[in-house]
């Protein structure tokens, strides 16, 4: 994955001509001051750059103007020291393509008892200063995360952080390419969706490949590069003795390294960011891919099984979101129902692509016949994720607009050993509890395929759906399937007037 430290957040400070040079030069100061101290904070993922302090509408216009062409730059932080009057916004805001985050704070955290004057109530106005810029973008209905509290309280540089990391992710998907290997499985709903409507709402691209201009590039792949990635096999993980050199089924292994080196050089030739495949269109590969799928996914690349090209962008920006932090996100499917009333869980998994990030052991090479698509028998990674706090994510096309579903689940170890279970996989339990977390999901339409992640949180979900301004559903610890059923009926009629 890229470092996010090459991104920049802008921080722009609001005022006013009103207070003369003196106060201005103290608002700039102070301005400076908390932009390094963001900068600095380890819990901050990219890189904040003070703005000089914009003080009429010109100025405002520019920096917004500035930050839509700068390609570094992924958002902007707007504070107002000072009292900045909010007409003078209407231009900048109106033309402004980057996320916004409002940070409510003031320069001093307390109040100075003793010495508190006239001056230092000309200088200090954010609570009311930041009141008429959120009227503003209030009015202007603009998408926005406001974190309130001051600079130097790490719970608001974590919650900053957040909508830093749902920000890069937003900024991967612009112009980012996903490539489609044949089409959908045939028949399958929720796989489909409008692919111009998300070019235009999300930023990315999707668009289909033959095949057989895939099996070129892994029929043009060395014997050389297949022993080295045979031989990094070995290194990194268990192999089944039948695959290892010598063994019977080693030209196996060979296939699905050269399947897996094909792909990647596809991908690179082609500057994709994620892909989707399905074993119904595979005329001409010996094997669906398995662990080439895996090992791509482990790298940074979306993916998403049966020409899933939602989730597959998804699980792409779920990985630039998360870059850095401990834990994995995967490509996933729910599978199937553990129903004991003591102990309810869901098996997740899918026929093989499940992303090592989220591994707990060490993964093992198996194969093991799939059942179904008529290929050989396919080399995969085998298995179990770790336990802990975790999250599903769904985008699904709800006809006249996207819905992201996110369900907060705690993952769980499992119970008994799955010794012929031929797949990668994770328990879960999801929330509120399994009855009404399953039917909540149905209820909305969530999909069989998610976005499957240990490390993002639902702050980070909900402030990426704010920035794509798409429909967020949270089943979360305080849900309830009463109120899931109003919200969706009243997103139902707010989607339809407000597109
Ligand atoms: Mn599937």
Same mark, same amino acid.
């Given at each position: 994955m890229e470092d996010l430290k090459k991104l920049e957040v802008w921080f722009v400070t609001g005022s006013q001509h009103l207070y003369g040079e003196e106060t201005l030069k103290q608002v700039a100061e102070h301005s400076t001051q908390i932009a390094r101290s963001i900068d600095k904070d380890?819990?901050?993922p990219v890189r904040v750059v003070f703005k000089p302090v914009v003080k009429s509408p010109e100025e405002i216009y520019q920096v917004c103007q500035e930050a839509n062409t700068?390609?570094?730059?992924?958002g902007i932080i707007a504070w107002m020291h000072t009292f900045s009057?909010?007409?003078?916004w209407i231009g900048g805001l109106k033309v402004l393509q980057k996320p916004l985050l409002h940070? !409510?704070?003031?320069?001093?955290?307390?109040?100075?008892w003793s010495s508190i004057d006239m001056d230092f109530m000309n200088l200090n106005q954010s609570a009311h200063g930041d009141r008429e810029f959120g009227f503003m973008v209030s009015r202007m209905r603009m998408n926005r995360k406001v974190v309130v509290g001051h600079w130097q309280d790490s719970e608001v540089m974590k919650s900053v952080a957040v909508w830093m990391r749902a920000a890069a992710g937003w900024n991967d998907w612009q112009n980012a390419r996903f490539c489609r290997f044949g089409d959908n499985m045939r028949q399958v709903a929720v796989t489909e969706g409008d692919k111009v409507e998300a070019e235009l709402k999300f930023g990315y691209s999707v668009n289909g490949y033959g095949i057989g201009d895939l099996v070129k590039v892994i029929n043009d792949v060395s014997d050389s590069a297949i022993a080295q990635q045979v031989a990094e096999y070995e290194e990194i993980y268990t192999v089944q003795a039948p695959l290892?050199?010598?063994?019977?089924? !080693?030209s196996a292994l060979k296939d699905a390294a050269k399947i897996e080196i094909g792909m990647r050089n596809f991908l690179k030739a082609g500057n994709f960011k994620g892909f989707t495949d399905t074993f119904e269109d595979l005329h001409?590969?010996?094997?669906?891919?398995g662990i080439a799928s895996q090992r791509l996914m482990a790298e940074g690349y979306g993916f998403g099984g049966e020409g899933d090209w939602k989730t597959s962008a998804l699980v792409r920006a779920m990985k630039v979101m998360a870059t850095g932090l401990k834990g994995g996100n995967s490509f996933m499917e729910d599978y199937t129902y553990h129903f004991d009333p003591n102990n309810q869980l869901v098996l997740g998994s899918h026929m093989l692509e499940i992303c090592p990030s989220i591994a707990n052991d060490k993964p093992t090479v198996e194969i093991h016949p799939l059942g179904i698509g008529g290929k050989a028998d396919p080399v995969r990674l085998v298995f179990n994720a770790g336990s802990g706090p975790a999250l599903n994510a769904s985008i699904v096309d709800m006809g006249n607009r996207f819905r992201l579903i996110v369900n907060e689940v705690v993952a769980v170890d499992p119970i008994q050993s799955l010794p012929k279970l031929p797949v990668a996989r994770v328990l879960w339990k999801p929330y509120p509890d399994m009855k009404t977390g399953c039917a909540a999901w149905i209820l909305a339409g969530g999909a069989h395929h998610t976005g499957y992640s240990q490390n993002l949180t639902t702050e980070h979900m909900e402030d990426f759906a704010e920035m794509a301004g798409v429909e967020y559903l949270l089943i979360g610890k305080n849900s309830n399937l009463y109120d899931l059923k109003n919200q969706l009926r009243w997103n139902d009629l707010y989607y339809r007037h407000s597109i």
């Open positions: 380890p819990a901050i700068t390609s570094t730059c992924i009057p909010a007409k003078m940070l !409510h704070t003031q320069f001093n955290r307390d109040i100075p290892r050199k010598g063994g019977e089924r !080693h001409g590969m010996v094997q669906l891919p």
